[in-house]
């Protein structure tokens, strides 16, 4: 977090949505794509295409008229072996596609390798400081096959990573299954990833305003999305009296979630107003300690002395800058924070906030901050997740 958490780009549009379309090998990502860009008001679209194998089919099948809003990247993966290549395309694509020496296009879609872990991805976007200057996250579109998924969920960490981390789920190739089957699948979907909408499609087609503009940062949509992320009802995880009854709880998630019992998604709602100097040491030690288990983190903070919520967004330990929305979206004025994580209960967030708080009343910042690697107390719970 910014030192204050005072930092505002929440309006800056200027900046061009960047969306990640990831989804397992064969889900249906290319034919979504097909479609997209033949879409109103999607031919100013530039698409990014990874493809593993020397020789690209996809950007033939991305044909359109303008087809020249295509960059392939070839021979290795985005989250990994060619991450600089997307960070230099997309630092070079301003001027590589401008007209009229202005920049052309006015969003882009990054199609992973169906293998991707769309972390890595993220981050380039949200740490490139050059980047930042040109492009906003905008969000994350998951395609799921229907007739396969639940097998390849089974089999595939990586799958049940992508649908997780989704902003947006396309459950794709539902003509080839049964009412049935759909609903088991959807069922596990909503028990991973509950705030992701998910969008059932036959072909690819489905209407461009269901996928984009799921980012925080657009103030049309921003108050929308915020609520609909935040829908706490949604969530099987714990909220604040779990300590009340965490074992139902608990027996219910796993219940729904068995196959996916590593990766859950909890969220935690606080009554009273965070302080923030508590909050973000919290937050820090957490993502130190647990960073590479928290697949994701969103939230909407109320935090002692600031009117405004404060809204959070981040990728494993990588945090977008905080920004203050210029109002409470609704009447709810809880903090709620909605983590995805790997094998972290939400009885273990809470306990860390709790020590946190009691070792800063007890020790205060300087003494905690000290204390904290003899101790080992706040290390020792977050590092028992
Ligand atoms: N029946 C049916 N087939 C579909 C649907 N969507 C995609 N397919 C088919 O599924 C196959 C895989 O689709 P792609 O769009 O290539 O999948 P992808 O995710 O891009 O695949 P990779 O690039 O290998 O990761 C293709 O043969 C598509 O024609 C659908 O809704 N219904």
């Given at each position: 977090?910014s030192?204050?958490?005072?930092?505002?780009f929440?309006?800056?549009?200027?900046?061009?949505?960047?969306?990640?379309?990831?989804?397992?090998?064969?889900?249906?990502k290319?034919?979504?794509?097909?479609?997209?860009?033949?879409s109103?008001?999607?031919?100013?679209?530039?698409?990014?295409?990874?493809?593993?194998?020397?020789?690209?089919?996809?950007?033939?099948l991305?044909?359109?008229?303008?087809?020249?809003?295509?960059?392939?990247?070839?021979?290795?993966?985005?989250?990994?072996?060619?991450?600089?290549?997307?960070?230099?395309?997309?630092?070079?694509?301003?001027?590589r596609?401008?007209?009229?020496?202005t920049?052309?296009?006015?969003?882009?879609?990054i199609?992973?390798?169906?293998?991707?872990?769309?972390?890595?991805?993220?981050h380039?976007?949200?740490?490139?400081?050059?980047?930042?200057?040109?492009?906003?996250?905008?969000?994350?579109?998951?395609?799921?096959?229907?007739?396969?998924?639940?097998?390849?969920?089974?089999?595939?960490?990586?799958?049940?990573?992508?649908?997780?981390?989704?902003?947006?789920?396309?459950?794709?190739?539902?003509?080839l299954?049964?009412?049935a089957?759909?609903?088991?699948?959807?069922?596990?979907?909503?028990?991973?990833?509950?705030?992701?909408p998910?969008i059932?499609?036959?072909?690819?087609?489905?209407?461009?305003?269901?996928?984009?503009?799921?980012?925080?940062?657009?103030?049309a949509?921003k108050?929308?999305?915020?609520?609909?992320?935040?829908?706490?009802?949604?969530?099987?995880?714990?909220?604040?009296?779990?300590?009340?009854h965490?074992?139902?709880?608990?027996?219910?998630?796993?219940?729904?979630?068995?196959?996916?019992?590593?990766?859950?998604?909890?969220?935690?709602?606080?009554?009273?107003?965070?302080?923030?100097?508590?909050?973000?040491?919290?937050?820090?030690?957490?993502?130190?300690?647990?960073?590479?288990?928290i697949?994701?983190?969103?939230?909407?903070?109320?935090?002692?002395?600031?009117?405004?919520?404060?809204?959070?967004?981040?990728?494993?330990h990588?945090?977008?800058?905080?920004?203050?929305?210029?109002?409470?979206?609704?009447?709810?004025?809880?903090?709620?924070?909605?983590?995805?994580?790997?094998?972290?209960?939400?009885?273990?967030?809470?306990?860390?906030?709790?020590?946190?708080?009691?070792?800063?009343?007890?020790?205060?910042?300087?003494?905690?901050?000290?204390d904290?690697?003899?101790?080992g107390?706040?290390?020792?719970?977050?590092?028992?997740?």
């Amino acid at each position: 977090m910014s030192e204050n958490g005072t930092h505002l780009f929440a309006g800056d549009q200027s900046l061009i949505p960047v969306s990640v379309l990831t989804g397992f090998l064969g889900s249906g990502k290319t034919t979504l794509l097909n479609h997209l860009v033949r879409s109103p008001g999607m031919n100013r679209a530039l698409v990014i295409i990874n493809e593993f194998g020397a020789v690209s089919l996809d950007h033939d099948l991305i044909a359109r008229s303008n087809d020249d809003l295509v960059v392939e990247m070839m021979g290795g993966c985005l989250c990994c072996t060619i991450r600089g290549d997307l960070q230099a395309a997309l630092r070079d694509a301003p001027w590589r596609f401008a007209r009229d020496g202005t920049c052309w296009f006015d969003r882009v879609v990054i199609e992973t390798t169906g293998l991707a872990d769309p972390a890595p991805i993220l981050h380039t976007l949200m740490t490139d400081p050059q980047l930042q200057t040109l492009y906003r996250l905008d969000g994350v579109i998951t395609t799921v096959d229907a007739a396969t998924g639940m097998a390849t969920l089974d089999a595939q960490e990586e799958a049940v990573r992508q649908a997780a981390v989704a902003d947006r789920i396309l459950l794709t190739k539902v003509d080839l299954t049964v009412e049935a089957e759909r609903m088991a699948i959807e069922a596990r979907l909503k028990a991973l990833n509950p705030a992701a909408p998910i969008i059932p499609a036959i072909g690819g087609e489905v209407d461009p305003a269901c996928l984009f503009d799921a980012g925080l940062y657009n103030p049309a949509t921003k108050s929308h999305d915020v609520q609909r992320w935040l829908a706490a009802e949604a969530y099987d995880a714990p909220h604040h009296h779990d300590h009340h009854h965490g074992t139902g709880e608990h027996a219910h998630h796993h219940d729904v979630n068995r196959h996916d019992g590593h990766i859950r998604a909890t969220c935690l709602t606080f009554d009273e107003p965070l302080e923030a100097e508590t909050f973000e040491r919290w937050l820090d030690i957490l993502l130190m300690f647990k960073g590479a288990d928290i697949l994701r983190v969103k939230g909407i903070v109320n935090l002692e002395g600031e009117a405004n919520p404060v809204v959070i967004h981040g990728v494993q330990h990588v945090f977008h800058p905080p920004v203050i929305l210029d109002r409470w979206p609704s009447e709810d004025k809880r903090t709620r924070l909605v983590f995805i994580t790997r094998d972290i209960s939400a009885e273990d967030l809470r306990g860390t906030l709790a020590l946190m708080t009691a070792g800063l009343d007890k020790y205060g910042l300087e003494g905690l901050v000290n204390d904290v690697p003899q101790s080992g107390m706040i290390a020792g719970v977050a590092g028992a997740g």
